[in-house]
């Protein structure tokens, strides 16, 4: 293998493990997001776990953030939570921040 061929291959598989490491940090924030916004929609037990389901089922609308926040603004303006735009969007960065931490600590 010629060493251009060596590091584009190198390169494609960092590329690979790169975007499975995002989707898997995404999932994971999805799931810690929807236990937040679970706990002040008064939800628990069952109905928690069922709502991070929908909170998690919500983000392969579309690519992005933007579905999940969706979801959860409408949920809050829903059940009146006080809860601006600029909280749920820090909420969402701060728990991508912790999904990314908890994965680094796994592996």
Do not use: P
């Amino acid at each position: 293998m010629s060493t251009f061929d060596d590091r584009e291959d190198k390169f494609e598989k960092k590329f690979a493990h790169d975007a499975a490491l995002k989707f898997k940090a995404e999932a994971r924030r999805n799931k810690l997001v929807g236990h937040w916004a679970a706990g002040l929609l008064g939800k628990e037990g069952d109905a928690a776990d069922a709502y991070v389901k929908e909170v998690i089922k919500a983000d392969l609308e579309e690519a992005g953030d933007d579905d999940v926040f969706r979801k959860i603004r409408a949920d809050f303006d829903a059940a009146g939570v006080d809860q601006s735009d600029h909280q749920i969007r820090r909420h969402m960065d701060e728990c991508l921040e912790e999904a990314v931490k908890q994965i680094q600590t796994e592996g």
